[in-house]
């Protein structure tokens, strides 16, 4: 059992919520870019999310997890105290650094806890981070003074203008590279679509663009091939090949069709029906 130390909510909408897991096997082996596979008890699905950050000593490690499916519904009503069934990891490779001395990391969302154990360990390593992060508004933005203090430039953006420079993340790192920025690797982590904006945008100016992928992953093996995606016109599995990939090889039509494969059995299962009065509630 994998005991929660430590949940406190990341920003004021509530949706996102950090949690401190006793998992002391997988603080002490995983590095940034690498993520977990956990299962609440025995019946749960098996959920894949990002290590955010790891404590050696304590034999802790820490991750940041969206309100969205009925397992992450479930996770965020733990307290502290209570144990998830199972924690495997770390999974997948760490991000490559070596030869890197300037690079701009694209974010979106929720997508930020991907990139902050990144951008840290290139601080750590010596490495120019510029950081483009986009939120929908001021109040789902997260990790802000984290990601400062990792950045030597830090551009956020909202889509309604209310924190940052109005509009999209995209669009800035447009702006940054047509006013003549010029970047060893860009790296993105968010929604897929905006990923797929972003290897667009970096493929006239040849910068080479890596992207963290986190297709529907079941056992984390690569035996089940869920997570299977196309690279380069070879099939690829995300949880044993990635998560990360060049962006500019990545069949992206393809990545976004298969994500959508569960969306009827996803609402169905966020979805409570009361035996007694037969009403309909969508869990919020």
């Known amino acids: 059992m994998f005991k929660i130390v430590s949940k406190r909510p990341l920003n004021e909408s509530g949706l996102e919520i950090e949690f401190v897991i006793e998992a002391p096997l997988v603080a002490k082996k995983a590095r940034p870019g690498q993520f977990i596979i956990f299962r609440l008890d025995e019946y749960g699905e098996r959920v894949p999310v990002t290590i955010s950050a790891t404590d050696p ?7 940041m997890v969206k309100r969205a499916g009925k397992s992450t519904r479930m996770l965020h009503l733990m ?11 770390p999974l997948g490779h760490p991000t ?3 030869g890197l001395k300037r690079v701009c990391i694209v974010v979106g969302g929720v997508g930020t806890a991907i990139a902050y154990p990144v951008a840290k360990g290139m601080r ?12 929908r508004s ?3 933005v997260i990790l802000e003074d984290e990601l400062r203090a990792c950045s030597v430039n830090f551009y956020p953006t909202t889509d309604d203008g209310t924190y940052g ?15 003549g920025e010029t970047y060893d690797e860009v790296i993105c982590f968010g929604p897929l679509r905006m990923m797929k904006m972003v290897c667009d945008a970096t493929r006239p100016y040849k910068i080479k663009t890596i992207a963290s992928l986190a297709p529907i992953m079941l056992d ?26 060049d962006g500019h090889q990545v069949d992206w ?15 169905e299962a966020a979805t409570h029906i009361c035996r007694i009065t037969g009403g309909v509630r969508e869990h919020g």
């Open 220 to 245: 984390g093996t690569g035996m089940c091939g869920a997570c299977r995606l196309t690279v380069g016109g070879e099939t690829k599995f995300a949880c044993v090949d990635g998560p990360e990939f």
């Open 253 to 267: 039509d393809g990545v976004i069709a298969r994500s959508t494969y569960y969306e009827a059995e996803e609402k």
């Open 79 to 89: 307290e502290v105290g209570d144990c998830l069934a199972d924690v495997v990891g």
């Open 124 to 135: 750590d390593r010596g490495i120019a981070v510029d950081m483009v992060a986009g939120f």
């Open 138 to 140: 001021k109040k789902y």
């Open 165 to 179: 420079e109005k509009g999209f993340n995209v669009d800035k790192l447009r702006k940054l590279l047509d006013g």
């Open 96 to 98: 490559p650094m070596e």
């Open 57 to 63: 000593e304590k034999g802790t490690i820490t991750i």
